[in-house]
């Protein structure tokens, strides 16, 4: 029988919604200072202040407060990235890349610890139709880029190039990124000449 990954049930109330974050923020606390061998249910809730039975209300599992980590951790990502596109709408192809592959990899920037473990629970865990949910929404972003510089690139396959760019950029960073100790700088700007290599 698979192990279920969904939360039990979702805070629909002020109080419900403030426990379940607190939960998920101690979660990343403990991951952030003792690496997976620390993730334990009993230490997280007592971490966020809420009794073991309150934390299992909302994830019956380990695995599913991990998948919660993931949301978590995909969607500022999301959000970084459509901030980075936006805030250097005037500048050339060069730049914007760069912008884009910094913002990608921000999650290793504020803690490297953490995202290592997450990027090894993203591979481990089920999970590729929520990762793929947002890739395609990654996509979207990268679709608009190509829209934007397609005189400076060569012709590509905009429904491939969604899905390799974000790929190509992810496969870079982890190879330095989760380094120990980790190689930002060099993960940024190897990143950044892949994907000037594949546009142009």
């Given at each position: 029988?698979?192990?279920?990954?969904?939360?039990?049930?979702?805070?629909?109330?002020?109080?419900?919604?403030?426990?379940?974050?607190?939960?998920?923020?101690?979660?990343?606390?403990?991951?952030?200072?003792?690496?997976?061998?620390?993730?334990?249910?009993?230490?997280?809730?007592?971490?966020?202040?809420?009794?073991?039975?309150?934390?299992?209300?909302?994830?019956?599992?380990?695995?599913?407060?991990?998948?919660?980590?993931?949301?978590?951790?995909?969607?500022?990502?999301?959000?970084?990235?459509?901030?980075?596109?936006?805030?250097?709408?005037?500048?050339?192809?060069?730049?914007?890349?760069?912008?884009?592959?910094?913002?990608?990899?921000?999650?290793?920037?504020?803690?490297?610890?953490?995202?290592?473990?997450?990027?090894?629970?993203?591979?481990?865990l089920p999970i590729d139709s929520i990762l793929n949910g947002y890739l395609d929404r990654g996509g979207a972003l990268v679709a608009a880029l190509l829209a934007r510089f397609?005189?400076?690139?060569?012709?590509?396959?905009?429904?491939?190039?969604?899905?390799?760019?974000?790929?190509?950029?992810?496969?870079?960073?982890?190879?330095?990124?989760?380094?120990?100790?980790?190689?930002?700088?060099?993960?940024?700007?190897?990143?950044?000449?892949?994907?000037?290599?594949?546009?142009?």
């Amino acid at each position: 029988m698979p192990v279920p990954l969904s939360p039990r049930k979702a805070p629909r109330q002020a109080r419900a919604l403030v426990t379940h974050d607190a939960i998920v923020e101690a979660a990343a606390h403990i991951i952030a200072q003792g690496g997976l061998a620390a993730f334990n249910t009993n230490v997280v809730a007592g971490r966020a202040g809420v009794s073991i039975g309150s934390l299992y209300q909302y994830f019956p599992n380990k695995d599913a407060l991990m998948v919660a980590l993931i949301h978590r951790q995909q969607a500022r990502q999301l959000e970084a990235l459509t901030a980075a596109v936006s805030r250097v709408s005037g500048e050339n192809l060069e730049t914007v890349i760069r912008a884009v592959v910094r913002a990608a990899m921000q999650h290793h920037h504020d803690d490297s610890l953490l995202a290592s473990a997450i990027d090894h629970e993203e591979a481990r865990l089920p999970i590729d139709s929520i990762l793929n949910g947002y890739l395609d929404r990654g996509g979207a972003l990268v679709a608009a880029l190509l829209a934007r510089f397609a005189r400076e690139i060569r012709p590509l396959d905009a429904d491939h190039a969604e899905r390799t760019l974000p790929a190509l950029v992810r496969a870079v960073t982890d190879a330095w990124a989760n380094l120990s100790p980790p190689r930002l700088d060099v993960a940024e700007d190897e990143a950044v000449r892949a994907v000037l290599g594949y546009l142009r």
